[in-house]
């Protein structure tokens, strides 16, 4: 069942500047995984915040996660021709090992 | 180098021939799972496995089947492969989750395309 929705689903932007997705969710959740897929390729794992936590950084990744509203969202600032990707929300119930994705934004960053 | 192999990862076959896609992991991750992946659709789990001989079914386990003798591989059987299963295919791995899944790494992806 997908859960997850991302919004928008496709974005495109100027390098340098900065891209902001969001996911919302339906139900609680252990923690929530951003990942990203090159066209075609196989999805690399971003970040991952857990239900406790408000806000995550990693280098120019910053996700926010809002657990009364049920939404996440995932900002890349200063963003490179090499973001160009899919983006993907997952998130992880509180039993077992099953990600439930939603279906993804499309990043354009043009140089 | 840690990392997810898939086998192969281009395959256009005839309706019911059967078919196995070959999933390999050299991370000594008990958990694995597949996927396949459709426009608009997004990731949709297929089956996945806790530990060697422990398989259970995801969201869209009709048509396939698995197996898992051995901890690093866990391949995916298409029995007979019918054109509603031509997607993109693809293998994860992670440690064994705790109270929610881990970071998960993906193998390649396989394409497949049934006629």
């Known amino acids: 069942s997908q859960q997850g929705e991302e919004d928008p689903q496709a974005l495109s932007i100027q390098e340098g500047e900065n891209a902001t997705m969001n996911c919302s969710y339906k139900?609680?959740?252990?923690?929530l995984q951003w990942y990203r897929q090159n066209s075609g390729r196989g999805l690399v794992h971003l970040i991952l915040i857990r239900s406790n936590e408000r806000e995550k950084h990693s280098g120019r990744l910053r996700v926010t996660l809002d657990t009364s509203k049920k939404s996440s969202s995932l900002l890349i600032t200063a963003s490179r021709a090499a973001d160009t990707a899919s983006y993907f929300c997952?998130?992880?119930?509180?039993?077992?090992?099953?990600?439930?994705f939603g279906q993804g934004t499309e990043l354009s960053v043009k140089p | 180098e840690a990392q997810v192999t898939q086998n192969p990862r281009y395959l256009i076959t005839v309706t019911g021939k059967k078919l196995t896609v070959t999933c390999s992991q050299n991370?000594?991750?008990?958990?694995m799972s597949w996927y396949r992946q459709d426009p608009g659709l997004g990731l949709r789990q297929i089956y996945y496995s806790m530990n060697v001989e422990v398989t259970d079914k995801g969201d869209v386990p009709e048509g396939y089947k698995v197996s898992r003798k051995e901890k690093r591989n866990f391949p995916l059987i298409l029995e007979s492969p019918s054109p509603n299963q031509t997607s993109l295919y693809f293998c994860?791995?992670?440690?064994?989750?705790?109270?929610?899944?881990?970071?998960?790494?993906f193998g390649p992806g396989t394409r497949l395309t049934v006629t």
């Open positions: 139900t609680s959740i252990n923690n």
């Open positions: 991370m000594n991750h008990e958990y």
């Open positions: 994860a791995s992670s440690h064994l989750p705790g109270q929610g899944a881990g970071e998960q790494y």
């Open positions: 997952a998130t992880a119930p509180n039993q077992g090992g099953k990600l439930i």
